[in-house]
């Protein structure tokens, strides 16, 4: 299958497909390129955040301007973790997730001035999709270490199994 | 000098400054995870962009949740060019910039499908911060070779002396 479509409130994408291993084609959700798919799905997510959320937490790069949207449009700040370590970074904590999209694992990188924004807080874990949940997981390892509690994972899309109790919009296909 | 100031609209923020070689401290514009900066910057820069633009171009990773709100508040697409090869990436063109933030170059990639966005456009690049103009103009060269024009350079804040005819909203200074 060449596309596949999601809905979104009143946006329709007809969703490319990409090669996963030899024989499966997986859907690729981009925000990145597209503010009116991004708005749309912020805004559907929105009644979705858990109550008592203070910090929205999320990673870089397809899930910021969807975290982005979300924090504007909620009026709850977000925090956003890096894949890399950028020079002005201090005091950084790392944490390690395999990734599936780029069959390597990564590093993803918090500057200690962000980690303090998560001190004491209430944190809903944000992404573009839960896959096997590795990344929430690094995610909400950031929470605990930087002295705040996860309160929920919130995604817009579900794709796979994780045995995190993440709230989404959609369910994508593993295999097309 | 630890911080420096911006007044944006209503929106006022002391940045933090980063070393840069071993004397020279500059100003450090962080539009992830501050959305209200973020909105209040593209609001201003929206009567900036260059009349006749049908696509904005900008890259990762600072300048992407601006010019997705730049993207949406002035209704003209935007597309973002990437720092590492997703996998997914079909016969993307790359270009070799160097960086003044990571002290070595990097390459941009832009994948086929959104190259393809450009070709026939009147363009105009986006950045957060334009400093010497090396990002701008490999984001220049992907334009052209997509067989799109350029026909404006639009940042928030410029840093520093580039030949290129850039509009912007603050001039940010080289050394504190």
Known sequence: MESFNVTVGPVSRDLPTVKVGSVNRV???EFIGDSEFTNETAQAMLP??????????????NALPLTHELSDRSGIPYVCAR???????????IQDVPSMTLGVSETLWLDSHQAARLAGRQ???VQ?????????????????????????????????????????????PTSL
């Open 27 to 29: 859907p690729l959700v």
């Open 48 to 61: 979705l955040i858990p109550a008592g959320t203070e910090v929205l937490l999320t990673v870089v790069t």
């Open 83 to 93: 894949k890399k370590r950028r020079t002005y970074m201090t005091d950084p904590i």
């Open 123 to 125: 944190v809903t874990i």
């Open 128 to 172: 573009d999709v839960m896959a096997s949940g590795g990344t929430a997981r690094a995610l909400a390892r950031f929470v605990e270490r930087a002295g705040g509690s996860v309160i929920g994972y919130l995604a817009a899309f579900k794709q796979g199994d994780s045995d995190l109790p993440v709230t989404f919009l959609q369910e994508l």
